[in-house]
């Protein structure tokens, strides 16, 4: 098992390192130490491996993650996951702005609160936050699945199109066009699925959450709508 | 005799014909007018600066016989894989759904056949565009519509997208009519609603964030691509300042009559510099860095021909991007589609209702009975012959200047028709040695 000390490996070497590695390699789980809030920590990762970070990242960890698993102990500053394709991100302390941002698929999991643009512009991934995320969450969001165990901050999904907003506790505000939904079996599923994807099976219940979404009114410039562009 | 002399009747300067109709469709309406192409009114331009030419004291070099070389690398600060164009006009980001994938594949086709790059746009990398261009530049827009690391990685180049001359500080919009199902399932989005690009990136804000954002680009791409910067000219000096701190290989600098999609004509007409009067801020900035030449610059809005090809890189750019030429020289506003034009209430040079999608020409258009019209292989051909035109008409201006390369033109190759051209352009006016400001 491949160990990194990024006290004295440059970030690049260890980046290099993850990007040479062949789908089938039997280097599958690196550990990373000593973190310190560096920046783009094994972003751009396109096999199958886990990559286990001890302690806090720096902006855009894990950014345009293919395929591999990444655990952050620790916090992850802005853009974790960004542009996300598919695998597993796992923050276990807070992440700051624009988690998950225009993600297009996988999974991230926050387990304390996300800052304000959680999930902006997300295109297909799913994101799931124990705590609560804040101002502007899911801002023009197109698909996939944001799921909310605390509150949400103001503009809750504003612009949004697609996506699906799942959240247990307090709405602050909607944004534009965002609307509260009916929660049917489709939807409870769906949120079934992704907890059970982020390892919550059965731990949470789904009917505790209210849905939001799309009201669909400004899908298309109308005359009426023009103060909300 | 009860005749009273009657004065002519008289339109008004300032509500003249064009602002009655904007007031009349205003009130119809209640929606802005939205439409494609550039600044259509007259602002200073290259055609307000001469070349001087040889004399006396400057001697030329022979037209034909003595080479003028014309290529340019760029991305020569940070990239291991520099790009190495061989003229010094690139084709600008212009993306597929305000495009049909015919005109991509044309663009590609033209520009490889004389040596360079193309650019992606607002919705992602096309099969096509990437097949078709040897030099292909990949945009990372706000909406990142499309983005992903595999296209990132068989990019030739990544240009992150901070504004464009047409709209400084606004998004994008496709409407529903150009959603073919492939735009909207490239961009994640429904068919036939009205799309909007965000204006602001969703994961960075200002230059210490945009920095941060370049090393993760490069992180991912092992630092092999060069990353440009492209603006909107509204503070060039500021902007290519800060682009350069923040790590940029290539600054793109875009002005007011830059081509778009489709914008507000509110906002075309009314927001960000001529392209005249931001190449020397920029220039300025880069000299006061140290990074002239070692940060490359690329300047559009407005360039047509060799002359402005010319008089653009003697204000100190590396490279210019075209946009609009391009298109025309695909065939968009043909004459030959008149009687179309027509009957979309325009006529042939006047058209630019582009994000309709109902383009005769068959190229900013998602209709796939338009878009067949535009045959890839011609079109390209034709952009090829235009781009080798604009070479060597450039290359005819800087011999008569004496230059080698047309690198080598220089601002005191240059004079200026107008006062307010002498005062951008930093070039005394013609017949004097006066620069304005100076
Ligand atoms: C049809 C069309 C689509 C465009 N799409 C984009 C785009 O997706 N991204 C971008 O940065 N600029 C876009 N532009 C602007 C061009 O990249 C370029 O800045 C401009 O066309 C240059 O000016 P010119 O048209 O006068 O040559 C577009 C322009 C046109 C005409």
Redesign the pocket.
């Known amino acids: 098992m491949p160990e990194i000390d990024l006290g004295t490996t440059p970030l690049r070497e260890l980046n290099a390192a993850l990007h040479r590695l062949s789908p089938d390699t039997n280097e599958s789980h690196w550990i990373v130490d000593h973190p310190e809030g560096r920046h783009a920590i094994a972003a751009g990762l396109a096999v199958p491996i886990t990559v286990e970070i001890n302690g806090p990242v720096g902006y855009y960890c894990a950014g345009m993650n293919k395929l591999a698993t990444v655990l952050i102990h620790g916090s992850a500053g802005v853009g974790v996951a960004e542009n996300m394709m598919s695998g597993f991100v796992h923050v276990t302390g807070d992440a700051s702005q624009s988690a998950g941002a225009t993600g297009r698929g996988g999974l991230l999991r926050i387990d304390g609160n996300a800052s304000s643009r959680c999930g902006i512009s997300m295109k297909g991934i799913d994101i799931v936050v124990k705590g609560s995320v804040g101002h502007m969450s899911a801002f023009m969001a197109q698909a996939g699945n944001l799921v909310v165990f605390g509150d949400a901050g103001e503009a809750l999904g504003d612009s949004i199109y697609e996506a699906r907003l799942f959240v247990r506790g307090k709405v602050k505000g909607l944004g534009a066009d965002c609307i509260e939904k009916e929660m049917r079996d489709e939807h409870k599923q769906a949120l079934h699925n992704v907890l059970e994807r982020a390892g919550f099976d059965g731990q949470i219940d789904p009917d505790e959450f209210k849905r939001y979404g799309s009201a669909r009114k400004l899908y298309n410039f109308k005359v009426d709508n023009a103060g909300a562009y | 005799m009860d005749w009273t002399p009657r004065t002519t009747p008289r339109p008004s300067a300032v509500f003249d014909e064009f602002s009655l109709s904007e007031i009349r469709r205003a009130a119809a309406t209640g929606i802005y007018d939205i439409r494609?192409?550039?600044a259509k009114r007259k602002v200073p331009h290259f055609d307000d600066l001469l070349f001087l030419g040889a004399s006396v004291s400057r001697y030329p070099l022979e037209g034909y016989r003595e080479k003028c070389a014309t290529d340019v690398w760029l991305g020569t600060r940070f990239a291991e894989k520099p790009i190495h164009i061989k003229i010094p006009i690139t084709i600008?980001?212009?993306?597929f759904g305000?495009?049909s994938a015919q005109a991509k594949e044309a663009l590609g086709r033209g520009a490889s056949q004389v040596g360079t790059s193309t650019?992606t746009?607002?919705?992602g990398m096309t099969e096509e565009e990437r097949h078709h261009s040897t030099l292909l530049v990949y945009?990372l827009?706000p909406s990142r519509y499309g983005m992903n690391p595999d296209d990132l990685r068989r990019a030739d180049a990544i240009?992150i997208?901070v504004g464009?001359?047409?709209k400084p500080g606004g998004g994008?919009m496709l409407l529903g009519q150009k959603i073919s199902d492939r735009v909207a399932e490239m961009r994640t989005l429904p068919k036939d609603i009205d799309q909007r690009s965000a204006c602001r990136h969703p994961d960075w804000t200002g230059p210490d964030d945009l920095e941060i954002k370049i090393e993760e680009l490069r992180e991912i791409t092992d630092w092999q691509k060069p990353i440009y910067v492209?603006v909107g000219a509204s503070r060039p000096f500021y902007d290519t300042a800060l682009a350069v701190k923040a790590g940029a290989d290539v600054i793109v600098l875009?002005?007011m009559?830059?081509?778009?999609?489709a914008t507000q004509e509110v906002f075309i007409e009314h927001v960000g510099l001529p392209i005249l009067g931001a190449i020397r801020p920029a220039v300025q900035a880069l000299q006061d860095l140290g990074m002239h030449r070692k940060v490359q610059l690329i300047v559009?809005?407005?360039?047509r021909n060799g002359a402005d090809v010319a008089k653009a890189l003697a204000l100190g750019a590396d490279a210019v991007?075209?946009?609009?030429?391009?298109?025309v020289a695909l065939g968009d506003n043909d004459p030959a589609f008149e009687e179309e034009y027509r009957k979309l209430g325009t006529t042939a040079g006047c058209y630019d209702d582009?994000h309709e999608g109902r383009d005769p020409a068959g190229i900013?258009t998602q209709d796939p009975e338009l878009a067949a019209r535009l045959d890839p292989a011609l079109a390209g051909r034709r952009l090829a012959n235009y781009l080798s035109v604009l070479t060597l008409e450039a290359q005819t201006i800087a011999r008569a200047c004496g230059k080698s390369h047309l690198r080598n033109l220089e601002p005191e190759d240059l004079v200026a028709l107008t006062v307010e051209a002498a005062a951008m352009a930093k070039v005394p006016l013609a017949g004097t040695d006066w620069i304005p400001g100076t």
């Open positions: 494609g192409g550039g600008a980001g212009m993306s305000s495009l650019t746009g607002d919705g945009q827009l240009e997208v464009q001359g047409a994008g492209k875009d002005g009559q830059g081509g778009t999609a559009s809005g407005g360039i991007s075209i946009g609009t030429a391009a298109l582009w900013t």
